[in-house]
């Protein structure tokens, strides 16, 4: 999967096996490799008999993340960048540890329990309650300790805690499982991340004049708290940007950085095209921007899913005509 030159598809068969996921060449015409979830159950069921818990379960196969109405970057994955391990959270029915995490060797089978193995005994006992794992690119394992903390913990077991970005503010998805490590800092609400880990896009409605348009919203990530009831009251320092063509305000839903300058929008008529942003005037106020270049254009199909290639070369747009699954195109 981590090898793929295209894009990775994944969905969930409800019932029939949960999650599953394809990758393809970059010519879409070969699938390269394929996981499913399937396989795991009976290891499942296993990891939650001998906690006495009452289910064990993995995430999506391909992160959450979901900005408004367009898709965010994923968050952590639930395999690791090795494909030898699957994280795994078990629900117990411990009142002081609710819920366990770790990860399933592909390999061996063998599950390691990274809550029970941080328990401490004795004359101050010591038991936490840990939530939505998932890996980091370094391969370390990343969750939410006490519904408060963010830790991870690398291959030997050894835990580290991690600072979170006050930049989500009151956005913060505090009842969802997504975040993401930027630069050892957890990013908890899903935002197009600038390739500096300084800065972040997303979408928003401006208010231009007598006119309101589509677009998105700069934010500083450095501000950081420690836990997630330390949420400041202001957000942090905020810019609006709104793309100006020939004149004409124009709709832009932020979608990915191509590099360092450019960005990649969605036009509100399913256009595509690329704008030039200036992250160092990262501030409060409004600043308007022109197309950079025209990359798709508009089109009435509906558009099912977004993806750019990992050499942000060129983007995968997968649509339909009939505004059917079935009926799907790439």
Same mark, same amino acid.
Not at 115 to 129: I, L, M, Q, V
Not at 218 to 227: A, E, F
Not at 294 to 307: G, L, Q, R, Y
């Given at each position: ?14 019932? $029939? ?6 990758? &393809? ?72 540890? !609710? ?49 408060? !903390? ?12 991690? %600072? ?6 009151? $956005? ?26 300084? &800065? ?15 677009? &998105? ?14 949420? %400041? ?20 839903? %932020? ?76």
């Amino acid at each position: 999967m981590a090898s793929a030159t295209g894009p990775v598809i994944c969905w969930n068969q409800h019932g $029939e096996g949960g999650w599953r996921a394809a990758a &393809f060449d970059a010519t879409l015409h070969k699938r390269v490799a394929t996981f499913s979830e399937k396989p795991l159950l009976p290891h499942l069921s296993e990891i939650a008999r001998g906690l006495g818990g009452v289910d064990a379960s993995v995430g999506n196969l391909c992160g959450e993340g979901q900005v408004g109405d367009n898709p965010g970057e994923a968050g952590v994955s639930p395999v690791s960048p090795d494909g030898r391990r699957v994280a795994v959270e078990v629900d117990t029915d411990d009142a002081d540890s !609710e819920s366990h995490v770790g990860w399933l060797d592909l390999v061996t089978g063998e599950f390691t329990d990274i809550t029970k193995a941080s328990e401490k005994k004795g004359y101050s006992p010591e038991k936490h309650s840990d939530q939505t794992p998932g890996f980091a690119p370094d391969g370390s394992l990343w969750f939410l300790r006490d519904s408060q !903390e963010y830790i991870s913990a690398d291959k030997g077991g050894r835990l580290a805690k991690h %600072p979170i970005s006050a930049a989500c503010g009151g $956005e913060r998805h505090r009842d969802t499982v997504f975040y993401r490590p930027v630069k050892s800092v957890a990013v908890t609400c899903p935002r197009i991340i600038h390739p500096s880990g300084k &800065f972040a896009a997303s979408p928003t409605t401006v208010a231009v004049g007598l006119y309101t348009v589509g677009g &998105f919203n700069i934010s500083v990530l450095g501000p950081r708290i420690d836990r997630l009831s330390d949420d %400041p009251t202001e957000g942090t320092v905020t810019n609006q940007v709104v793309v100006r063509d020939d004149g004409d305000l124009r709709s832009c839903a %932020p979608m990915a950085w191509i590099n360092a300058a450019d960005l990649l929008c969605q036009g509100e008529d399913n256009d595509f095209f690329t704008i030039r942003v200036d992250t160092s005037k990262a501030r409060d106020g409004r600043v308007e921007v022109g197309v950079e270049r025209e990359v798709a254009p508009a089109t009435e199909n509906e558009i099912f899913s977004v993806a750019v290639a990992k050499d942000r070369r060129s983007i995968y747009i997968a649509s339909s005509q009939s505004g059917e699954a079935d009926d799907v195109k790439l």
